[in-house]
């Protein structure tokens, strides 16, 4: 069971916060069709809970370091949604001066430490974090976010090792969505449980329903204090789902519409809102009050986004090199 109380106010904030990251994404899914936003876009509506269940266990301080389907983890940090919203448009006045995009969200004064598109490539930098934590004398965690397909990547190995060695305060979650960019579990490793891939290690390791924030908050807690206390990391596969493709250009053909529709029978945020109206802790006019204030929230991030301007040309040559005057051939 979890040192932190699941109470009425966790089970609001949940509601409230997992209902702005699926209303959020998919604006962002309405945008990229009208060709709003460019490049690569990948949606993370059904994984919610993931998020919202370590948002009620984590401190001002702890820090995220994700994947490219990163929109939702930096909402879940505080991240502004106006600046991911300029960001996804590519416009200066996002959280990474409109220079990332959709895959790239950075906010260092929220301690979200980036999406990656290298996959597997956040895994050693979240023990990174971890290490600079641990070296200051802080007692900051890092969550290192991770998909199903990232874990068959050398760097995982390498990384569990000296996590352990050095007793790193990082907790590692697999958001298992069954088919990272397209081809199922199954079909690319002989071990489906993921989580047992951390017990060659000596790390603590489970699996987790990625679709209950109640299960997620009791994991996460446990893994959060067990590293806040130097005991070291935590590798937990959170069982998830993606209702949308891998990205916008997915067709989805690996898997069928009955699929889908089963998992979306027990969607984290209805069975939440359900727990919430069942317990009394609101009733349906606070229900609808919460809505209306989520999409007012994302309609003036858009709006935001549409007045913001582009960076200047100039800005290419800025935020590459510490050296301030550096040399830039410019012919």
């Known amino acids: 069971m979890s040192s932190v109380a699941i109470t009425k106010d966790t089970y609001l904030m949940w509601y409230e916060s997992m209902l702005l990251m699926r209303k959020f994404e998919e604006k962002t899914g309405q945008l990229y069709g009208q060709q709003k936003i460019r490049g690569f876009c990948h949606l993370y509506i059904g994984q919610e809970a993931v998020l919202a269940g370590a948002m009620s266990v984590i401190k001002k301080g702890d820090s995220m370091i994700t994947t490219y389907r990163d929109h939702a983890h930096a909402l879940a940090l505080g991240t502004s949604p106006n600046a991911i919203m300029a960001e996804l448009y590519g416009k200066a006045t996002g959280c990474s001066k409109g220079k990332g995009g959709s895959m790239h969200l950075f906010d260092k004064e929220n301690f979200f430490y980036g999406g990656h598109a290298i996959v597997g490539g956040q895994i050693p930098l979240g023990a990174g974090i971890a290490f600079a934590s641990k070296y200051r004398g802080e007692d900051f965690v890092n969550l290192c976010y991770m998909g199903d397909g990232a874990v068959r990547q050398g760097a995982l190995n390498e990384t569990f090792n000296m996590a352990m060695l050095w007793k790193l305060p990082v907790v590692f979650i697999c958001e298992n969505n069954g088919y990272a960019m397209g081809t199922s579990v199954a079909r690319t490793t002989n071990m489906t449980d993921i989580y047992k891939m951390g017990l060659a290690y000596d790390m603590p390791s489970a699996p987790v329903d ?116 550096y040399p830039y051939i410019m012919d």
């Open 210 to 325: 990625g679709m209950d924030p109640v299960a997620v908050h009791n994991a996460m807690d446990e893994a959060i204090e067990r590293a806040r206390n130097g005991e070291g990391p935590t590798f937990l596969e959170m069982r998830t789902y993606r209702y949308k493709g891998h990205s916008m250009s997915d067709p989805q053909k690996y898997r069928t519409k009955d699929e889908v529709e089963s998992y979306k029978a027990k969607d984290p945020i209805e069975v939440v809102k359900q727990a919430i109206l069942k317990e009394k802790y609101a009733d349906e006019a606070w229900i609808e009050s919460v809505d209306a204030k989520v999409k007012g929230i994302v309609d003036e991030a858009v709006k935001f986004a549409e007045e913001s301007h582009y960076p200047e040309p100039s800005e290419l040559y800025t935020d590459v090199y510490v050296q301030k005057d």
